[in-house]
Nanobody, 118 residues
Framework: QVQLVESGGGSVQAGDSLRLSCVASGRTFSGCVMGWFRRAPGKEREFVAAVSWNGGGTSYSDSVRGRFTSSRDRARQTGYLQMNSLKLEDTAVYYC???????????WGQGTEVTVSS
């Protein structure tokens, strides 16, 4: 059974930083991509960032590029989302998931809440 457990959220002020973690278990992720999504209050879930499990290549949404960094520690089966220069609009519940083909899996973590205030 695949499990994804996010942590690291919290309440911060604009301009602060947070690092989210996603501990993955239940399968090997070689050849897969770990993704981060978020759902802000009253909005649809949106893609934030992704990291290739093998090569470490990354991709980002336009809204976070240059501020967020996605990485992974294969030995720990853990993905990270370093979030710098946080803005009010980054307030959301952040989720991790993965894909090993063209579609994101049905497995999602429980989410970790990030609240950014002025």
């Amino acid at each position: 059974q695949v499990q994804l457990v996010e942590s690291g959220g919290g309440s911060v002020q604009a301009g602060d930083s947070l690092r989210l973690s996603c501990v993955a278990s239940g399968r090997t992720f070689s050849g897969c991509v770990m993704g981060w999504f978020r759902r802000a209050p009253g909005k649809e879930r949106e893609f934030v960032a992704a990291v290739s499990w093998n090569g470490g290549g990354t991709s980002y949404s336009d809204s976070v590029r240059g501020r967020f960094t996605s990485s992974r520690d294969r030995a720990r089966q853990t993905g990270y989302l370093q979030m710098n220069s946080l803005k009010l609009e980054d307030t959301a519940v952040y989720y991790c998931t993965y894909k090993c083909d063209s579609e994101w899996s049905d497995y999602w973590g429980q989410g970790t809440e990030v609240t950014v205030s002025s």
